[in-house]
């Protein structure tokens, strides 16, 4: 699924014009058929991450596999969201980077996060080339 989802989410032009870097977490549900119910953001670094994971997660519906005797099971995945910088990345691109950095809007949960029963599943990192 890593690499379904490399592959699959693409990084907006917002993302790309920004130099926006970080990091969304989202929980959801899947269902005996694969399908993702029950989609919730517990933290993302700036609202413009989270689009393309969503409509990443999205295509992945009807892919899941969940444990046997479940109707619903739930996984947690976080998404990384970042450039590719040159060693000598231009003074613009750094302007742009840390521009963003002070002004972004994270999103966070104020409600306890359940685990129970919830699958953790590795970081999805997601590279685009910051100098285009």
């Known amino acids: ?21 970080g990091m969304v977490i989202f929980k959801f549900s899947a269902d005996e058929k694969g399908n993702i119910k029950n989609l919730v953001i517990y933290y993302a670094d700036d609202a413009i991450l989270a689009p393309p994971a969503i409509e990443a997660l999205k295509k992945s519906s009807k892919k899941w596999i969940i444990p046997d005797k479940e109707k619903l099971h739930d996984f947690i995945l976080p998404f990384m969201i970042r ?50």
Do not use: C, G, W
């Not at 890593?2 to 920004?18: G, H, P, Y």
């Not at 980077?97 to 699958?119: C, E, G, V």
């Open 1 to 21: 699924m890593a690499q379904f989802f490399k592959d699959s989410l693409k990084v907006s032009e917002t993302i790309m014009r920004a130099k926006a870097t």
């Open 83 to 132: 450039f590719d910088s040159p060693n000598s990345a231009n003074k613009d691109t750094r302007e742009q980077q840390l521009n963003f950095y002070a002004k972004r809007t994270p999103i966070l949960s104020h409600d306890q996060i359940p685990l129970n029963l919830a699958t953790l599943l590795p970081a999805i990192v997601v590279n685009y080339n910051a100098e285009q």
